[in-house]
């Protein structure tokens, strides 16, 4: 399984960016896979989606800027991020495991993940 991130990019504070992830796998369907973005090197959770898309989690620190959506036809995750601040200065990854998931506090959590990307680098200037 892979997983691409793009999107990074410099920013001023309150602008905005949209992060995709790609996730390319030949064993199970893109909807079998919940996929998560965490951030820095301690792998901060920003936001996580179930597999079928119904469900996204948040913590309190980006909830209400950041949005997680996915476009199932392409394989793709997007965390759309607005009114950004320079702490959300950061390497963020996406990573994804076949939905096992019930509640935030399995999202939430690295351990419930298989599979990330390299990172995209944020940077967001005030």
């Known amino acids: 399984v892979q997983l691409v991130e793009s999107g990074g990019a410099s920013v001023q504070a309150g602008g905005s960016l949209r992060l995709s992830c790609v996730v390319s796998?030949?064993?199970?369907?893109?909807?079998?896979?919940?996929v998560g973005w965490f951030r820095r090197a301690d792998r901060e959770f920003v936001a996580a989606v179930s597999g079928?898309?119904?469900?996204?989690y948040y913590p309190d620190s980006v909830k209400g800027r950041f949005t997680i959506s996915r476009d199932n036809a392409k394989n793709t995750t997007y965390l759309q991020m607005n009114n950004l601040e320079p702490e959300d200065t950061a390497v963020y990854f996406c990573?994804?495991?076949?939905?096992?998931?019930?509640?935030?506090?399995?999202?939430?959590?690295?351990?419930?993940?298989?599979?990330w990307g390299q990172g995209t680098q944020v940077t967001v200037s005030s």
């Open positions: 079928t898309g119904d469900r996204a």
């Open positions: 796998d030949h064993t199970y369907i893109f909807t079998d896979y919940a």
């Open positions: 990573a994804a495991t076949v939905d096992y998931c019930s509640a935030y506090s399995c999202y939430a959590t690295t351990r419930a993940y298989d599979y």
